[in-house]
């Protein structure tokens, strides 16, 4: 069981982004980064096995990642996964402390018309660094790098099984997961 965070705010403004809705900087969601950590920490009983932090742009608010990860990784968390609209060069020159304190990295921006059969880039330039030093949290991410939608890419189970789960709450629809990019329109529009 993982947690997720979304982070609000994006200035990259890819084309053809899913969640445009994130990009404000709105101060109503303002959130106190003890209070996020707080809430993480304790959303479950063990602790969530994994987090993985999204949004929006995280990187748009660096030094509060940075304390939210740092305050986690005291705590034990383990298992982090963090999607940047940056490339891994950026991020690694710009924000090594951050590269520290996560276990896998998702760079890059969403480029529309380049469209992938993995699960968990919305894009094929998209690419997954695996930073850990945990020997078998590598395995697991080396392994899932390669898992195509159907199956692992060589073993001939390939195939379009593509899923992602579609909760309604109240006025919001949740879509999680990364849907393919030609399904993308239809989710927007309210699958119209
Ligand atoms: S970086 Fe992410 S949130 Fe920002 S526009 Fe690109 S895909 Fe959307």
Known sequence: MRAVIWFQGCTIKCRGCIAPHTWEFDDKFRRDVR??????????????????????EPLSQ?????TLLTRLRECGMEDIILYSGHTFDFVGKNYPGIIGLVDVLIDGP???????????????????????????????????????CGGIIG???????????????????????????????AIKNGFS
């Open 110 to 148: 969403f480029v529309e018309g380049l469209e992938s059969d993995l699960p968990w880039k919305g894009s094929q330039n998209q690419q997954m660094i695996i930073l850990t030093k945990d020997e078998t949290l590598r395995k697991k991410y080396v392994e899932y790098r390669e898992y195509q």
């Open 155 to 185: 073993s001939g189970q390939t195939g379009d099984k593509r899923k992602v789960q579609i909760l309604a709450r109240g006025d919001y629809v949740y879509v999680i997961g990364i849907p393919h990019q030609k399904d993308s329109e």
């Open 35 to 56: 209070d996020v950590a707080d809430t993480i920490l304790n959303c479950a009983n063990p602790m969530p096995e994994g987090l993985t932090i999204t949004g929006g």
């Open 62 to 66: 660096a030094a509060a990642l940075f």
